[in-house]
């Protein structure tokens, strides 16, 4: 099974400043690998898949990059719509698909 | 735009069955995409507990496998998950979602609350 680890597990971030996810995992899983956002008490959505792909309706200010065991999702121009926790998934080898354990963004 | 929406009791007693329902709009599960199941205990973070083809191949994650079933519907539209011998452990909020062709999850229900107990 791959673990992801994500870091930190709490991120503070001023209006406007930029917000930088980090997600490793225990073996390669290429670029099979996507970030998602949940929002209290909302669903998780979709944010990047193929580790640098935006889903349909996501803002241009959320990119992904990385590949094999490195991964980073970068948020630029923070807004207070963006508090939420972050996940990350790989889905190279499957089953099982697995997460990482989430990264809460707060708005200072 | 599809839409997902879990169906089930809320409250399971343990030693128990616990049984949701996922009804599809806007897509029609026949035409491809998996379809699965993911928790989410309160407080924590998300767990994957399987996925069905379309076509009725299933995969489940090896740590609830022995307990697990997921099937699907199509004359519905619908999919449905079991999960036996429940406990406390197994309180959750279960979202029903569909997996793209490699394995992202690009839809999502809104979630169903099942708590286990007596």
């Known amino acids: 099974e791959v673990v992801l680890t994500q870091s930190p597990a709490t991120l503070s971030v001023s209006p406007g400043d930029r917000a930088t996810l980090t997600c490793r995992a225990s073996q390669s899983v290429s670029s099979n690998f996507a970030w998602y956002q949940q929002r209290p008490g909302q669903a998780p959505r979709l944010l990047i898949y193929g580790a640098s792909a935006r889903a349909t309706g996501v803002p241009a200010r959320f990119s992904g990059s990385g590949s094999g065991t490195e991964f980073t999702l970068t948020i630029t121009s923070l807004q207070s719509e963006d508090v939420a926790v972050y996940y990350c998934q790989q889905y190279h080898n499957w089953p099982p698909i697995t997460f990482g354990q989430g990264t809460r963004l707060e708005v200072k | ?118």
């Open chain 2, 1 to 118: 735009q599809v839409q997902l929406q879990e169906s089930g009791p809320g409250l399971v007693k343990p030693s128990e069955t616990l049984s949701l329902t996922c009804a599809v709009s806007g897509y029609s599960i026949s035409s491809g995409y998996y379809w699965g199941w993911i928790r989410q205990p309160p407080g924590k973070g998300l767990e994957w507990i399987g996925s069905i083809y379309h076509s009725g191949s299933t995969y489940y994650n090896p740590s609830l496998k022995s307990r697990v079933t997921i099937s699907v519907d199509t004359s519905k539209n619908q999919f449905s998950l079991k999960l036996s011998s429940v406990t406390a452990a197994d309180t959750a909020v279960y979202y029903c979602a569909r997996n793209s062709g490699s394995g992202c999850v690009d839809y999502w229900g809104q979630g169903t609350l099942v708590t286990v107990s007596s």
